[in-house]
């Protein structure tokens, strides 16, 4: 069964700290892995990772996916308030009609 | 801007009723999605549909249908409602082939069965 896997499920962390989200999967027929962050509305899309090794970056947000060892993380450095969200981890599998299988999401929270 | 739009933000309804979510987006895309969402267990696919009329069961159809007779409109049905239904609701469009990163979500509904 295909599975999504993210740790931890909660942080909380001060400002200006640097966090790392895990994000571990079993697909069958891996394609791509997105990142999406959640601040109680629709998700917004982050990243989308498709080669292992490559590190994709915007401002203090990074992702890199090993697709050996069947994983991705999320960094976020000099941490803001504003970064306080639901981070969601999803792996899109071919030929399943582009759908996503999302993990449980990590909530971090940013204190002043 | 691009938009998926979901009908209702807040519903209250009560065990047993019918419960009708509707979703409509403006991009023109193929792919249509109902997730809901739960603390600790993330989105768990309901159905997706890729074209009008067509439709496909996700992980978890169990009590719901689902209806596209157009392709801008995707509608989520509760034959009848349940309190293990209460939960957050996210409609998501695709283009076909998207590889994910087309995905655009609407703000959700938060449905609470009582």
């Known amino acids: 069964e295909d599975k999504v896997v993210q740790s931890p499920l909660s942080l909380v962390v001060h400002e200006g700290d640097t966090v790392t989200l895990n994000c571990s999967y079993e697909v069958t027929n891996f394609r791509s892995l997105l990142w999406y962050k959640q601040e109680k509305k629709a998700p917004t899309f982050l990243f989308m990772l498709t080669s292992s090794g490559i590190e994709k970056k915007s401002g203090r947000l990074s992702s890199i996916l090993d697709n050996k060892e069947l994983f991705s993380i999320l960094n976020i450095t000099a941490t803001q308030t504003g970064d306080s969200a639901v981070y969601l981890c999803?792996?899109?599998?071919?030929?399943?009609?582009?759908?996503?299988?999302f993990g449980q999401g990590t909530e971090l929270s940013v204190k002043p | 801007d691009v938009k998926v739009t979901q009908s209702s933000r807040y519903l209250v309804k009560r065990t047993g009723e019918k419960v009708f979510l509707e979703c409509v987006q403006d991009m023109d895309h193929e792919n249509m999605f109902w997730y809901r969402q739960d603390p600790g267990l993330g989105l768990r696919l309901i159905y997706f549909?890729?074209?009008?009329?067509?439709?496909e069961k996700g992980d978890i159809p169990e009590g719901y249908s689902v209806s596209r007779e157009k392709k801008e409109r995707f509608s989520l049905i509760l034959e009848s409602a349940s309190t293990n239904q209460t939960s957050m609701y996210l409609c998501?469009?695709?283009?076909?082939?998207?590889?994910?990163?087309?995905?655009?979500f609407g703000s959700g509904t938060r449905l609470t069965v009582v």
């Open positions: 998501a469009s695709s283009f076909l082939g998207a590889l994910g990163y087309g995905y655009t």
């Open positions: 999803a792996v899109s599998p071919r030929n399943q009609g582009g759908k996503l299988i």
């Open positions: 549909s890729y074209d009008v009329k067509m439709k």
